[in-house]
């Protein structure tokens, strides 16, 4: 692809995210391995060089959408799987109803209009697909003191292609823009008091959101 984004990302995954390097991997893969399981059919959006990727493609087949041209061969080179260089933000070329799960990992505080991905992700999806993801918690009690110290550092603020910050409910809200049902959990270091109170403690927001609105309004009017 070659352009101005490509080389934003390129320098990024270069001097920010070490190859095979993921926050929280045992964590966020734990999560997504337990919610996909096996024989699906995925979209990995945001792939980079398949350091997550490697916790559920064993017995899944994987697309890996990414802008970094680079990472992606090393994805590909190392687990195996089909690959696509693309901007999220452009068309993702990609048939619709075709994949059982789509993985947005780390992704949409990248991205202008989280909405718009959640369409596509849903247009892409089965009937009973599922969109499963994280995102930085943003708006936790640690980051919030920073916020009022007027400090960015060691907050999701501080990294410069973060646009987009979430709570719960705002991400679930956006959510259910597409999707039936939606569950949001809070993972970190923090354990269990990060899964009872992700708002406060969690230091990632990881979501499941099964069953894409459009599919399930087509699949009644078929039955009517």
Not at 190 to 206: C, E, K, V
């Amino acid at each position: 692809m070659n352009t101005s984004l490509e080389s934003i990302y390129r320098s990024h995954h270069a001097t920010r995210r070490s190859e095979g390097f993921a926050l929280l991997k045992e964590e966020r893969g734990a999560f997504l391995s337990k919610h996909i399981g096996t024989g699906k059919n995925i979209i990995d959006i945001g792939c980079r060089d398949g350091a997550l990727t490697c916790t559920y493609s064993e017995g899944n087949t994987v697309l890996g959408l990414d802008i970094d041209s680079l990472a992606l061969s090393r994805a590909q080179d190392s687990l195996g799987i089909e690959t696509k260089c693309i901007d999220l933000n452009g068309p993702w070329d990609v048939e619709d109803t075709s994949f059982d799960v789509v993985v947005a990992a780390e992704v949409v505080e990248h991205l202008y209009y989280p909405d718009t991905v959640f369409q596509k992700a849903a247009q892409v999806l089965t009937a009973d697909g599922q969109l499963l993801g994280t995102v930085p918690n943003a708006f936790s009690l640690a980051h919030r003191a920073r916020y009022l110290l007027k400090r960015k550092k060691g907050t999701p603020l501080s990294d410069p292609t973060h646009i987009n910050h979430f709570t719960v409910s705002e991400l679930e809200d956006l959510l259910l823009g597409q999707f039936k049902e939606v569950t949001i959990v809070g993972i970190g270091r923090l354990g269990w008091i990060a899964r009872a109170f992700p708002q406060a403690f969690a230091f990632d927001l990881a979501f499941a959101a099964k069953y894409p609105l459009q599919k399930t309004i087509e699949s009644l009017e078929v039955v009517a």
